[in-house]
């Protein structure tokens, strides 16, 4: 199996548990939990920032002290918006399942004291972006522009069933503002209905690093470099929670010159 892609290790407790030093760099972690009701997962964040995002199910949750009440409503990653909660460096939070619950925990390096951040349904942004198959549909959980967090980006996007997303192919591995920004990135993938499958390429421009992989529901692709298309067969949509970043905030990407084309007209 390829380094680049993380499988669950079970159907329940931690089953993906990405951190800097597994995927060999230096910014990005990602962990999931599977909560059947009445379980409960904590953890101190250290000096990393959190964003706790419910992919599906509601759980009571607190953070630095804080009782912050019932969160998370939908069923599936399919069905609207999430919740989600911004937790700082030196803090610590806490989630006790009312229903199965899968939850994420995406992290990154904490640079200051920052507030706990309730981030509900209402305050995410929605877009599509796109024409024709390559229409996808984004929700901004974490964007650049929030002013919430020191490093963390952090968006769902669902590309539904014979489209492309992340497409025409895209990199940020430079640290070259204006022009391109260092971001790692992971992508948690679902399918809906989840017997599906989907592919997703990660290839740099002069080819020391190209694989192609088969996506099923519940994988982790790990990008550490170059370009990440993605492709959803026919009568499956795909889910993918993205967590990036780098040493700096900044969502700048280069797109593969001998695909550019594709964005006019």
Known sequence: MSELLVKPSGNTGK??????????????????HKLTAGQSVSAATGDREVCLVFVSGTGRVTAGGETLGKMGERKSPFDGKPAAVYVPGHSDWSVTAETEVELAVC????????AVKVIGPDAMSQEVRGKGTNVRHVTNILPETDGVADSLLVVEVITPGGHTSSYPPHKHDRDALPEESYLEETYYHRLNPHQGFAFQRVYT?????DETLLIEDGVTTLVPR?????AAIHGYDLYYLNVMAGPHRRWKFHNQPEHEWLLGG
């Not at 421009?205 to 690093?209: F, K, N, P, Q, V």
């Not at 170059?226 to 993605?230: E, I, K, S, T």
């Open 15 to 32: 089953v993906i548990d990405v951190t800097p030093q597994s995927a060999g760099w230096r910014y990005v972690g990602f962990a999931l």
């Open 107 to 114: 992290s990154a390096p904490a640079l200051s004291h920052r």
């Open 205 to 209: 421009d002069d080819r020391s690093l």
């Open 226 to 230: 170059g370009y990440h298309p993605c």
